[in-house]
C-alpha cells in the first residue's frame, strides 16, 4: 500500500517543493487585479495577494496539509490530489486484495520441486517392490491350491500413482489460481493509470478554462482603463481618413495637369534616346566603311582572325619571358618502397589563356576570348617595356650589393689574405 501511495503522489501534477504557493500567488494576482481601478491599485493588489497563500509575517500559514505526504499545499491542489485519490481508491483496494490472495498461494520452488520428484521416485519404488512380494506371495499360495486373491485395482503403485496424480491437479489449479490473479492485477493497475489520466486530463481542461476566464476578465479591465487611449487612436484614424480624402481630391484636381507634364518628359527623353541612337548607328556604318575590328598594343586590326592571333601570340610570348611556378605537393616512393610526400615547383601561365568550366561530364578547359584577354595582357606589355627603356639603376629587382670586395663571403680586413677562408 505504501508503493501505491508513493506512486499515487508521483502521478499527482502540480506538485513541486516549495513552488506551489508562488504559483498559486501567482494565479490570485492575476484575477485579484483585475477589479482594481488602475495600473498602480492593480500592482498594489497583486503584492497583497501573493502573499495569501503563505501567509503574512506573524500569521498561520495558509493552505491545507495534506494528509498522506504532510505538505501544505493550496486548496486547489489539495482538491486535486483528493480527487485523484478518490478516482482511484476502490482500484487500489482490488489490487491490494489480489495481491493478498496470491501471497497465500504457495507455489513451488525449483528445490521443493527436484525434493519432491526424488520422493515420488522412492515411493513408486516402494509401491513396486510391494506389488512384486504381493505377487510372488499370491503366486506361491495359488499353487498350493489357495484362491487367487491379486486385484489389479488395489496396488500400491496404483495407489501410489493416484496420489501423486491428485497432488499434481492441486498444483496446477493453484498455478492457473496464481496466473490467473496476476492477469486481472495487471489489469487492475492498467485501469488504474487509464483513470489517472482521465481525471488529469478533466483537471487541467478545468485549469485551462479558469486560466481563461481570468485572463478574459483581466482583459475586460485593461480595456476599460484603456479605453482613452482607445478614443484617442480612433480620433486619430478619422482625422487620417479626412487628410486621405484632402489628399485625393487635390490630387484629381492636377492629375491632368501631371499626366501632361509628364507625357512631355517622356516625349523628351524618347527624342534623346532616338538621336543618340541615330548617332551611333551612324558611327558603327563609319567604322564598318573604314574596315575596323579593334586595337591592340598600338596597333589596329580590321579582321577578328588577325586580331585574335596577334593577342594569343603575344601572350605566349609573354609567358616565355616571365616563367612562372607555384608549389604544389605530390607523393614520391622512395628506396625503402614507402610513399612521402614532397613539394615541387609547378609551373604555371603568368597570362592564363584558359579556365577551368565546371559540367556534369567533369572540368573542361575553356580559352578567354581575345578582348579578355587584351586587357589583361595589354597592361602587363606596357609595364615590361616600361622596365626595359628605365636605366639599370632605377630597374625594379635585386638590389645591388655595395659592400666592398673585401668584406663579402665573411671575410675581414683584419685577417690577412693567406689566412682568408
Known sequence: MAMETDELR????????????????????????????????MSEKISGDATALVGAPGRAPAGKIHEKSGELVSEEEYADRKELEDSVFGIDRQIEAMRAAAADIELESPEKRKQRERCERSKRMIGATADGLSAL?????????????????????GKVNDRIAALKAERKADEDRYNNLMIRIGDGQNARAKTLREVRA????????????????????WKALLQRDLQREAKGKGDKAVADAHTAAINAEYAPKLKEADLRTKGSQASAYQASAVASYARAAES????????????????KADYEKAVREAALEYNERNPKSVKKKRQVKGDDGNYREEEYDAPVDAVPLTWTKKTAYGDEPQYYDAPTLAATLEPLLRKEREQNTTPPSRREGKKKDKTPPSRRGGNNDNVPPSKRK
Open 288 to 303: 564598318n566603311r573604314k574596315g575596323f575590328y579593334g586595337t591592340f598594343d598600338g596597333r589596329t586590326y580590321t579582321e
Open 202 to 221: 478533466q483537471q487541467e481542461a478545468r485549469k485551462q478554462a479558469r486560466k481563461k476566464a481570468n485572463q478574459e476578465a483581466e482583459e475586460h479591465q
Open 137 to 157: 506371495a499370491n503366486l506361491y499360495f495359488t499353487t498350493q491350491y489357495a484362491p487367487n486373491s491379486y486385484n489389479p485395482q488395489s496396488t500400491q503403485l
Open 10 to 41: 508521483r502521478d499527482v501534477p502540480g506538485r513541486t517543493d516549495g513552488a506551489d504557493a508562488s504559483g498559486g500567488g501567482t494565479g490570485s494576482a492575476s484575477t485579484t487585479g483585475a477589479n482594481g481601478v488602475g495600473a498602480d491599485a
